[in-house]
């Protein structure tokens, strides 16, 4: 059977990845579940993949959802009670799906088998999960790529590294523990305080990697052993349970005897300093300098003090190419939703001209101790949303600050842009009026922004 793969753009625009392979299977299927499907003129069956928002431990949106289509769609079978279930509930013994993709320089197939408990991949023994994600890749990748020997050994790379690990070698490995430490512990405490840090991780070998466990103390732990680590540690599998273990604990899996007292609160100490939150914050910042130092005539930082909760918050002011932007956190518990974006419509001298002429926006004044302290009207917040779940607040306003450098561009790609830039309302660049407002916000805002200024942001009724 031929099947097309058609997978959304991650974005709000209608483009589609494509991808056509041929598919084999000794699992009894139901014949109006793939065989009886309308075929395209080209005699495949069509399969829509639609990208959606995930949760704070999918680590690519468009392979977790595409791999949920394969499950679902594809490797699925048909058991005597008419029930659809995957190949890993099946009664044969032995279970055998290929795909093959055709291309100039040869064939490239994946073949699936299922015996027993065990799966394979090309003849290799992985669990389900890792495989399936495998698969994913690779189908996601003959999107783009129409070269057998370069996807052969990208399979090569994905089985000898399986993605979670190669995920955490390049953004550190996750791990959690409860410190209880009688020393440590609070009054009546019963269970400890529970922190949440991340280790470097470096690969050494085909089959080890090493983990930073304490201060320039590394210890070695096999590939398939850190992905078990991984599974426990960031997709909470309990299945991987024998890892929930205690710092000291850790030690000694990983060493072979236990830590001295001295070593053991030294390992306590690195790993309290090496806290997830932490590391996110510390990133964030060193990234909205950097994109302030690399974009200097496009993005400005400056500091916003909220009115209604009293909290200082870092923002941005971003030169579009159309219009002119603010990015403003908006301290909420969204995961997908952490920065409002405002367009900015007028700059206004006072208060009173601000309430005649602009009361339906929202006014951002300025605090110049050198100068004028203008205000801003805003329209907005404009509707962005991010699809991994895990993306931190400053990772989320890096990305819309680079988006709106280009404004023009991306309000292709993300429609609720679109109103705010119409071309009756747009500043275009070549118009007086456009020059007028860049002079303006320039003079009022920049500069005041350059020097350190605060600004206090106020809320009005529509």
């Not at 790379?157 to 440590?184: A, G």
Request: include cysteine; proline fraction near 4%.
């Amino acid at each position: 059977m031929k099947i097309k793969i058609k997978i959304s753009s991650p974005d709000d625009s209608s483009d589609e990845y494509e991808t056509s392979f041929l598919f084999r299977t000794n699992v009894p299927t139901k014949r109006n579940h793939r065989g009886n499907r309308r075929l395209n003129h080209f005699g495949e069956v069509v399969v829509r993949v639609s990208t959606q928002m995930t949760s704070a431990t999918t680590i690519d949106p468009v392979i977790h959802s595409l791999q949920g289509v394969i499950e679902s769609q594809i490797l699925v079978k048909r058991t005597s009670r008419g029930r659809y279930r995957y190949h890993s509930e099946t009664h044969k013994p032995n279970n055998i799906s290929v795909f093959t993709w055709k291309f100039k320089d040869g064939n490239f197939t994946i073949v699936y088998q299922k015996s027993k408990s065990q799966f394979f991949i090309n003849g290799i023994t992985l669990n389900k999960a890792d495989i399936m994600t495998i698969i994913s890749k690779l189908i996601y990748r003959t999107c783009f790529t129409r070269n057998s020997t370069d996807l052969y050994k990208y399979l090569n790379q994905l089985i000898v590294v399986p993605p979670n690990v190669m995920y955490c070698i390049e953004n550190r490995t996750p791990y959690s523990f409860w410190d209880v430490r009688p020393d440590q512990m609070q009054t009546n405490a019963v269970r400890g305080k529970k922190y949440s840090v991340t280790l470097n991780t470096q690969i050494i070998s085909e089959t080890e990697c090493a983990l930073e466990i304490s201060e320039n103390i590394w210890a070695t732990i096999k590939i398939k052993d850190l992905n078990q680590f991984i599974n426990y540690h960031k997709f909470d599998k309990q299945r991987s349970k024998k890892w929930a273990l205690m710092p000291e604990n850790l030690w000694c899996a990983l060493f072979g005897s236990m830590p001295s007292y001295s070593q053991m609160n030294l390992m306590y100490s690195f790993l309290q300093q090496n806290r997830t939150q932490d590391r996110i914050e510390e990133r964030a910042q060193r990234l909205l300098v950097d994109l302030t130092n690399e974009h200097s005539n496009k993005i400005f930082k400056f500091e916003n003090k909220s009115a209604n909760r009293e909290m200082i918050s870092n923002c941005l002011f971003i030169k579009g190419v159309l219009c002119d932007w603010v990015l403003i956190p908006n301290h909420s518990r969204t995961m997908h939703q952490k920065v409002n974006a405002y367009k900015v419509e007028e700059v206004c001298n006072t208060m009173h001209e601000f309430d005649l002429n602009y009361k339906k926006y929202t006014p951002l004044s300025i605090v110049n101790p050198r100068g004028p302290s203008p205000i801003m009207a805003l329209s907005g917040p404009v509707c962005i949303d991010t699809l991994h779940g895990n993306s931190s607040e400053g990772d989320q306003m890096a990305s819309r600050a680079l988006a709106l450098m280009n404004d023009e561009l991306t309000s292709k790609y993300i429609k609720t842009l679109r109103p705010y830039m119409r071309e009756e309302s747009a500043m275009i660049a070549d118009t007086p009026f456009r020059q007028n407002i860049c002079s303006r916000v320039s003079d009022a805002i920049i500069e005041s922004l350059r020097f350190g200024s605060t600004t206090d942001m106020k809320e009005v009724d529509w």
